[in-house]
């Protein structure tokens, strides 16, 4: 995945996708519930245009289908036939209704590509991204009139977005995708999609749990200085997951309260970290002191690896890879823009997105090694 950032675009690439083990019985479990849709196109169809519709980088359904309809290569892809736009939709529906079948799917990807790689998921690093709505966010019908009763989308709301290099922090009207990526790879392996008023830091200890239910044990986690809290760090601690975090600076780090101990000898060394006993330990730098060393037990202000050492330096660059990832799903492969409203309609848009470039990556370590960016 080093170096591929732009989502391959062969009708040969969709053929393979819907081959593969992992998509196939995501196929054949649709197929069991006994909905072939309206008119009855075949399911391997309609997870085809699905598929295509982020592997085309394509916003609508409408497109997508006009694209798969324009292509004999892609039609046969997905089996020969084209479904309709309003298949699509209802396709769309249905799977909403089935999103236990998706996330199974998922699963599984995630589980082969963990097989391919050992180190995939081992680092992660956990951030939340906007997601502006398909919809008027407007308070106020008109300037200085009535305020607004009815929006379009009813399940976004106003959250604010940090400001990225020459973009300009401010208010957005949507929803934040929240994900825990592996820092290795880049790929994502827990995520999950909510209104853009909700704080990101109340989810980081849910993602940490569902990466985990998803078979990652993460050694470390990377986060940034807006989840720097004691909550977090005790989390990301009882799932044996160190917490890479900056310091915020509080009344009590103003207070010198994060500086490591000292004497009159000078600043104590770190010596290690013992996780079993949730410490690390410190040294005296002539080792004069009686005792020489002593135990700090790990809060937010002495985490287990230390703020201060080349291991934590080097854990938190990986923090870019969750910006790097969330910036390639929303511009090559059409997480945004969002064209469809409703909480709903958004997580399916971002786990078909999300599943696809997954699935690619798959294909493509089945190919060849799993590149390592790092
Ligand atoms: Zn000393």
Redo the contacts with the bound molecule.
């Keep these: 995945m080093a170096g591929q950032t732009v989502p391959p675009r062969s009708a040969s690439a969709l053929a393979g996708l819907l081959d593969s083990p992992e998509i196939g019985r995501l196929i054949a479990e649709l197929e069991a519930t006994r909905w072939t849709g309206r008119p009855g196109y075949p399911l391997r169809a309609m997870v085809g245009v699905a598929l295509a519709k982020s592997l085309y980088s394509i916003p609508t359904w409408t497109r997508t289908v006009a694209l798969v309809r324009e292509h004999d290569a892609l039609r046969e892809a997905i089996g020969g036939e084209c479904p309709s736009v309003y298949a699509a939709y209802r396709f769309a529906t249905k799977l909403r209704t089935y999103s236990d079948l998706l996330d199974a799917c998922i699963a599984r990807v995630l589980d082969r590509l963990r097989a391919e790689r050992p180190e995939f998921g081992r680092d992660l690093a956990i951030d939340a991204s906007d997601l502006p709505a398909y919809a008027n966010g407007q308070r106020y019908l008109s300037k200085g009139g009535r305020e607004r009763e009815r929006f379009s989308d009813p399940d976004a709301s106003w959250g604010h977005r940090s400001a990225v290099s020459t973009r300009k922090g401010g208010g957005f009207y949507g929803y934040k995708v929240h994900a825990a990526v592996c820092a290795r790879t880049d790929l994502l392996v827990a995520w999950r999609v909510e209104t853009a008023r909700a704080h990101e830091s109340s989810f980081a200890t849910g993602l940490l749990d569902a990466a985990k239910d998803r078979g990652f044990a993460a050694e470390t986690t990377a986060l940034d200085m807006g989840y720097d809290t004691e909550a977090i760090h005790a989390a990301c601690e009882a799932r044996d997951s160190r917490p890479i975090i900056p310091l915020k600076q509080t009344p009590g780090v103003k207070a010198g309260k994060a500086n490591p101990p000292s004497?009159?000898?000078g600043t104590w060394t770190f010596a290690g970290a013992d996780p079993s006993r949730v410490a690390s330990k410190w040294r005296?730098?002539?080792g004069?002191?009686k005792p020489g060393s002593r135990w700090i037990k790990a809060d937010r202000l002495h985490p287990l690896v230390p703020r201060e050492t080349k291991r934590w330096k080097s854990l938190y660059r990986g923090r870019g890879s969750v910006e790097r990832e969330f910036g390639r799903l929303k511009h090559e492969w059409a997480l945004l823009p969002l064209r469809v409203r409703g909480i709903e309609r958004v997580r399916l848009h971002a786990d078909l997105t999300i599943l696809a470039k997954l699935a690619c990556a798959l294909a493509r370590a089945d190919r060849l090694p799993l590149a390592i960016t790092v």
């Design positions: 004497c009159e000898h005296c730098p002539t004069e002191c």
